[in-house]
């Protein structure tokens, strides 16, 4: 399997068991409806978890143009191939987000919250704050690919790395996530927007586009500056 398949599959993965998760907690007359941020955050972190363990050793496991800048910024990663993963990365999430669609088809309907469907593929504001909301997903994303550089850099059992990143993912979640609904992926946050957009969602609104550069940029900085910062520090 190709670096570009195993980028695409495994976001993909990511995107139909996280967007999955928020999906199951959101929709109407789901079985796991209202069970709650908690349920979100251990299923983000397995979703993480298991796409890494399958498909990290072929392409390293980046499903994020965060850290695939932010190890290119510090010679982790070529840059000739940044864009190849960036393209697989957004594709794959795309292609994850329309699962999750199809698997909840019956629920849309039922759902009449636009903002709940919305939720289901992309982040929002607790608060709409722009500068703090910016902060939030900088902050997070810092802290997950600072944790990954770390994670890199010391010394465990063979395959236990993918375990340790998906607690890194768990507790950004759960300490992190409450203001933003922490993004902390370009791709995760803006593949699933696109889908919304495109697909033919029964009920659904607008896709917040307003909103939108905020878990793109936001991210691609903090994981640029922690990658650099974690190179300085160490």
């Not at 993965?13 to 409806?33: C, N, R, T």
């Not at 499903?63 to 594709?91: C, E, H, R, S």
């Not at 987000?97 to 504001?125: I, N, Q, R, S």
Request: charge should be neutral; aromatic fraction near 12%; charged fraction near 10%.
């Amino acid at each position: 399997m190709s670096h570009f398949m195993a980028e695409l599959l495994g976001t993909a993965l990511l995107i139909l068991l996280g967007d999955g998760v928020v999906a199951g907690v959101l929709l109407s007359k789901s079985k796991a409806q209202n069970s709650g941020h908690i349920v979100i955050t251990w299923g983000w972190a397995l979703a993480v978890g298991i796409s890494a363990y399958i498909f990290g050793p072929i392409s390293g496991g980046h499903f994020n143009p965060a850290v695939t800048l932010g190890f290119a910024a510090i010679g982790k990663f070529a840059w000739a191939d940044v864009p190849m993963y960036i393209i697989a990365q957004m594709i794959g999430a795309i292609l994850g987000a329309t699962l999750v669609w199809l698997h909840y088809l019956p629920h849309w309907a039922e759902t009449k919250d636009k903002g709940l469907k919305l939720g289901v593929f992309c982040t929002a504001p607790a608060i709409r704050n722009t500068p703090a909301n910016f902060i939030s997903e900088f902050i997070g994303t810092f802290v997950l690919v600072f944790g990954i550089l770390g994670v890199g850099n010391t010394k465990m059992a063979d395959g236990f790395g993918p375990f340790v990143v998906a607690l890194i993912i768990l507790v950004i979640g759960l300490s992190l996530g409450g203001t933003t609904g922490y993004a902390i992926n370009p791709a995760r946050d803006l593949g699933p927007r696109i889908a919304h957009a495109i697909l033919p969602i029964a009920g659904k609104g607008d896709s917040d586009w307003k909103y939108a550069w905020i878990p793109v940029i936001a991210p691609i900085c903090g994981g640029i500056v922690a990658a650099l910062t974690f190179v300085a520090v160490f």
